[in-house]
């Protein structure tokens, strides 16, 4: 049960190429954003909105998604919520809220005959 208590599934396509971030200690971080649709009926017909995602991955995860995901790509993230904040060198106070990716699948589409 615990396991579904902070769960996240996001089909979506990613919005950047990954940017990664290796520590002192060879650890990687990796981050981008993942865009993901859903359409909604109104009135006047349907309408498409856009909701974008932080994604982070740590270690192994990370060294995979920096070798395959690139920008566009249409992938399929498991993860947790985590939250972050900090202060900035300006003195405010920020923060973020991130998916850590747990799995992650690379989705091909099917490639159109022609």
């Known amino acids: 049960m615990n396991k579904i208590q902070n769960a996240v599934n996001l089909i979506g396509r990613a919005g950047i190429a990954p940017v990664v971030r290796t520590f002192e200690n060879g650890?990687?971080?990796?981050?981008?954003?993942?865009a993901t649709h859903e359409t909604i009926s109104e009135v006047n017909g349907k309408k498409q909105l856009t909701q974008w995602h932080n994604v982070i991955a740590w270690?192994?995860?990370?060294?995979?998604?920096?070798?395959?995901?690139?920008?566009?790509?249409?992938?399929a993230v498991d993860g947790k919520l985590?939250?972050?904040?900090?202060?900035?060198?300006?003195?405010?106070?920020?923060?973020?809220?991130?998916?850590?990716?747990?799995?992650?699948?690379?989705?091909?589409?099917?490639?159109k005959a022609g």
Not at 27 to 34: P, R
Not at 94 to 102: D, G, H, L, M, Y
């Open 27 to 34: 650890m990687k971080l990796a981050k981008f954003s993942l």
């Open 59 to 75: 270690g192994k995860k990370a060294e995979l998604i920096e070798k395959f995901v690139k920008k566009g790509q249409m992938l």
């Open 82 to 111: 985590v939250n972050r904040s900090w202060t900035d060198a300006s003195g405010n106070a920020k923060r973020i809220t991130e998916i850590q990716v747990n799995e992650i699948l690379l989705i091909n589409p099917k490639k």
